[in-house]
């Protein structure tokens, strides 16, 4: 079964960067969308960006768009998030997973093999 786990968070001050991994257990990648996603406290989880391999479309929820780069390293079996000039609002757990059921990138219930979560917070 396959494995997506995160990793890269931590606390930055505003205006800075961070890159997230999404590892797959196995080299699949090329074969799904894979999508990242957050989540803030009280908050309902929210689509960030996907990415598909076999198009090489990527997509980026409005508020991200020019600041964040989604990327995937075959070599690696990793999809990474680049995350520029972070905000406070970028503040959030963020997980990636593979979408399953559908073809909408931004629904969270269409996708599956969910990671852990790896905390991003931006703060002064």
């Known amino acids: 079964q396959l494995q997506l786990v995160e990793s890269g968070g931590g606390s930055v001050q505003p205006g800075g960067s961070l890159r997230l991994s999404c590892s797959a257990s196995?080299?699949?990648?090329?074969?799904?969308?894979i999508g990242w996603f957050r989540q803030a406290p009280g908050k309902e989880r929210e689509a960030v960006s996907s990415?598909?391999?076999?198009?090489?479309?990527?997509r980026y929820r409005e508020s991200v768009q020019g600041r964040f780069t989604i990327a995937t390293d075959y070599v690696e079996n990793t999809v990474y998030l680049q995350m520029n000039s972070l905000k406070p609002e970028d503040t959030g757990m963020y997980y990636c997973?593979?979408?399953?059921?559908?073809?909408?990138?931004?629904?969270?219930?269409?996708?599956?093999?969910w990671g852990q979560g790896t905390q991003v917070t931006v703060s002064s």
């Open positions: 997973a593979a979408l399953m059921y559908g073809s909408d990138w931004t629904s969270v219930r269409d996708y599956g093999y």
């Open positions: 196995q080299p699949v990648l090329e074969y799904y969308v």
């Open positions: 990415i598909d391999s076999q198009t090489g479309i990527s």
